[in-house]
């Protein structure tokens, strides 16, 4: 049930504060390698709500710029990313033991002349709430913490925010709502739609990620919100899953935002578009093809961050200004690859060429088949018939593909009113071996890219859509066409990748996860429940199946 102070349902707390390694506030100053360490900092919102907060500064007490790092993971709480997640590839010496998760390093920031507000988000851990998660109550509580630490005296009045994932989400929630002293914004990998980029992909429900967050985010002395009977309660896009995506086209302070290829599912989508969506006539973007915690700790990122916030809360005129508005890893191999400049996001000088699915022979060819064709699969897989389609195309010419790439694929299911669809791109090399690439942060054998539909969902949104990015509505349920193949629109998410000549390109298409991990490792998985029998691809003649790649000049 809903309470006065909230509009959303509210539950008891998924765990207690003190279950989790936390201690109840004890307000106190210490001294620690020439900084002052003030412990539990409460700062009350204009709601009634507070913040727990640490706050790292200086110890000569001259002003300096504030960076806020917003959090439910708990500020109490040093993470060791490298030691929690061994295979995330963050080096222990490049972060120190007050590092929080996914938040900067005070040992780095307070030298260089910063201080460090390191909140526990309200309703979470210590801090009165209840909790909710980005929604717009969060992001007013979060704009009155960037007020409050842009008006204290040891402040200069310039707020920074920065973190990854959450911190990088509510980034965008709150720099919409343009608080006066906010000066600069990272963020660095993070969603802006919850319900299109985590909680339901292609209308599909994740099944691992999603749920394993809730856990997470839900250390409380109090109520907290009751995310697992909103989503069930709410399977389409509607007031609720609008009031959990940021309003990106309202933010307008200078921004250097940090997407990679490798978090599909997760941050890839909603990090590059924040950048494409944003307002701020100074933002920079900044695309790898690696793993995103352990570039947000690499040293000489860090640089990075730094020389952005120097120029933007300091005033340090430095190379900022003459950064490429957009930087961009083009992969060749694992860890490999070479960086593109380019003036905007999309990149500007992409063509859009299709490749054609042939049934018949397997192959993606340049010119649409002029006889129809058809591929069966089994929905959820069975000895007994195929579990996937493969289709290839090589190149004769070296080829970069960077951007958003779609399919358009007729598909039928006869023992069925509806169906999921999974793809995963796939870069084969001249030798037949299926080049690995980073992938959801811990993973070393991810592809190119992936895509997901359910056929029900496959609405458009025609105000969202553009030319380049097919956005689902997903206001209401559409069987599929009974008299013949249904046409599908499938985003695939964003990607940058080098193919010599002689490499292919390969498509899987399938009625599960592209990707299998043992559980409990976490990343996107849709254990899905509508899949029924054979499902069918059309291709050729009147059912012409194809990828549209976004094909970066080899100039």
């Known amino acids: 049930m809903s309470s006065p102070e909230s509009p959303y349902p509210l539950r008891p707390p998924r765990s207690t504060p003190e279950s989790r390694k936390g201690v109840p506030p004890q307000p106190r100053t210490e001294t620690r390698d020439d900084m002052i360490i003030e412990r539990d900092v409460e700062v009350t919102t204009r709601a009634g709500r507070t913040v727990q907060a640490d706050v790292y500064r200086p110890l000569d007490g001259q002003p300096v710029p504030p960076l806020i790092a917003w959090s439910p993971y708990g500020k109490h709480d040093p993470a060791p990313i490298g030691q929690i997640y061994p295979a995330s590839g963050v080096k222990p010496e490049h972060m120190s033991d007050l590092t929080t998760f996914e938040g900067p390093d005070p040992v780095y920031w307070v030298p260089r002349g910063y201080a460090l507000v390191i909140a526990d988000i309200p309703g979470t851990w210590y801090a009165k709430g209840p909790a909710s998660y980005l929604s717009p109550e969060e992001a007013a509580d979060y704009h009155d913490l960037v007020e409050w630490a842009g008006t204290q005296e040891w402040s200069n009045g310039k707020v920074g925010l920065t973190g990854v994932s959450y911190l990088t989400s509510s980034q965008w929630r709150v720099a919409a709502t343009n608080p006066p002293h906010l000066a600069a914004i990272n963020p660095w ?32 002395t109090g109520p907290i919100e009751d995310l697992e009977a909103e989503t069930r309660e709410h399977p389409f896009f509607d007031e609720f899953w609008a009031s959990k995506a940021a309003d990106l086209e309202a933010i307008t302070v200078p921004a250097f935002v940090v997407a990679s290829w490798t978090d599909q599912g997760l941050h890839t989508r909603g990090t590059l578009e924040g950048f494409r969506r944003i307002s701020s006539s100074q933002k920079w973007l900044y695309v790898h093809g690696r793993k995103k915690w352990a570039e947000y700790y690499l040293p000489e990122n860090v640089e990075k961050q730094a020389a952005f916030f120097d120029h933007f809360l300091k005033g340090i005129e430095n190379e900022v200004e003459s950064w490429p508005p957009v930087l961009a890893e083009v992969r060749t191999d694992y860890y490999e690859g070479e960086f593109v400049e380019a003036e905007s996001w999309p990149l500007p000088d992409v063509e859009y060429r299709e490749l054609h699915l042939d049934a018949a022979t397997g192959t993606l060819v340049t010119d649409a088949p002029a006889d129809e064709a058809t591929a069966t699969y089994h929905g959820l897989g069975d000895p007994f018939a195929p579990e996937r389609l493969v289709f290839e195309h090589r190149f004769d010419e070296e080829t970069d593909i960077v951007g958003h790439s779609r399919a358009v694929l007729h598909m039928s299911a006869p023992k069925a009113d509806d169906m999921d669809v999974f793809l995963g791109l796939f870069k084969r090399d001249a030798g037949g071996r299926i080049v690995p690439f980073p992938y959801f942060a811990q993973f070393e054998d991810g592809p190119v890219a992936l895509g997901w539909i359910r056929a029900s969902h496959r609405e458009l949104d025609e105000e969202k859509s553009t030319p380049f990015l097919p956005v689902l509505a997903h206001r209401r349920a559409l069987p599929l066409e009974a008299d013949g193949p249904t046409r599908l629109e499938i985003e695939i998410l964003p990607s940058g990748t080098r193919f010599a000549a002689g490499d292919s390109l390969v498509l899987v298409i399938q009625g599960y996860d592209i990707k299998h991990y043992r559980k409990p490792l976490v990343y996107s998985r849709h254990e899905t429940d509508i899949n029924t029998g054979p499902q069918l691809l059309h291709t050729g003649g009147a059912h012409d199946s194809y990828l549209v790649l976004p094909i970066r000049p080899r100039s």
């Open 189 to 220: 990998e993070g969603w802006s739609d919850t319900y299109r980029e985590v909680a339901r992909h292609g209308g599909i429900p994740e099944t691992s990620f999603w749920p394993y967050i809730w856990e997470r985010w839900g250390a409380s």
